[in-house]
């Protein structure tokens, strides 16, 4: 694995001075805090972002999908030796045929208890239901809703292979977010919530799930089911983004959102959907690269991160 392992906790040196430490110690030194994270690329995240839409509309299934994901986990495997699929399958409510999805899962630092879970869909939506026309029955490009939070996560991990935030870490890709017909939920969140039905043991201390975070005029306030069921890792996350002065980020409650924080929250886990749904081209044919922009990828990114500097310095040893 490339990530750098965290200064250990146990007294080193020779063993004469380990004696002589005993009686100041007690046998174990004072924990040494992470080191501040480095500072993310947005332009590096805008081209994933790019090369995420030019395999085409990712629908599940698809070739362009089949493409993505291999591109994805080319990616992530340069960050990590622990990349899996979670494959898995069901009937196509809308076919004949099974519907065949698969989540994408990297992982640093794996013997660490204390984990955080960063989220993302990768999937883009089958069908642009709010155009008009022809147009409708199109698939979605899904720059901003699905792309962007892929892109600032892998800029995430770019920075895991280099630096230890003093918690284990656990990125997944979820397929089939946004596979449901207009108002028919049965069929949303595929991925995340197979993926939460599989968990058994595994809890993370947080669950941070990233949607639509690429808008060129970003805003994203707090997200209504977040702010709820989870209210402290919400300002946690807020209270980071205002001392960094993160463009796009506004204290404020916003609407509620079925997303991939959903499965989380009903099993009693701290979750927040960082989300900006005030995107007009949200579900349309529009749905572009032009519409999104690398500095909100930077500044959604840099908070991520420091939010878990912030998680990984409250870790007791």
Same mark, same amino acid.
């Given at each position: 694995?490339?990530?750098?392992? =965290?200064?250990?906790?146990?007294? =080193? ?43 085409? !509309? ?57 984990? %955080?879970?960063?989220? !993302? ?8 239901? =709010? ?105 946690? %996350?807020?209270?980071? &983004? ?28 701290? !979750? ?41 310095? &409250?870790?007791?040893?």
């Amino acid at each position: 694995m490339n990530a750098r392992r =965290r200064t250990p906790l146990w007294c =080193r040196g020779r063993l004469l001075l380990l004696v002589v430490a005993l009686p100041l110690c007690g046998g174990r030194c004072a924990r040494v805090p992470p080191p501040p994270p480095p500072e993310p690329d947005g332009e590096r995240a805008f081209r994933h972002l790019e090369a995420q839409v030019e395999f085409g !509309a990712r629908v599940p299934g698809s070739a362009a999908m089949l493409r993505c994901r291999e591109y994805l986990l080319r990616e992530l495997a340069r960050h990590t030796d622990h990349v899996r699929v979670q494959s898995f399958s069901m009937l196509d409510p809308y076919g004949p045929d099974s519907l065949h999805l698969a989540n994408l899962m990297a992982h640093f630092h794996p013997d660490r208890a204390a984990r %955080v879970l960063l989220a !993302a869909h990768y999937d883009s939506r089958p069908r642009a239901d =709010r155009d008009s026309g022809a147009a409708a029955e199109l698939p979605v490009p899904g720059a901003n809703d699905g792309a962007s939070g892929v892109a600032a996560l892998l800029e995430v991990a770019e920075a895991l292979a280099r630096w230890d935030p003093g918690i284990g870490v656990d990125i997944v890709f979820f397929d089939g977010e946004d596979y449901g017909a207009s108002g028919d939920l049965d069929f949303y969140l595929l991925g995340s919530r197979y993926f939460a039905s599989t968990m058994g043991s595994y809890r993370p201390r947080a669950v941070l799930v990233l949607d639509m975070v690429g808008d060129r005029n970003l805003r994203i306030p707090m997200e209504g089911y977040s702010l709820m069921r989870s209210p402290d890792l919400v300002r946690l %996350v807020f209270s980071v &983004a205002d001392s960094l002065q993160a463009p796009g980020f506004v204290a404020a409650p916003g609407d509620t959102v079925y997303d991939d924080h959903i499965p989380f929250l009903e099993r009693g886990i701290q !979750a927040v959907d960082l989300i900006d749904f005030d995107y007009p081209p949200w579900h349309t044919r529009g749905d572009l690269p032009q519409e999104c922009s690398a500095a909100s990828l930077e500044s959604v990114t840099r908070v991520v991160l420091h939010v878990l500097w912030r998680l990984g310095a &409250a870790t007791g040893p």
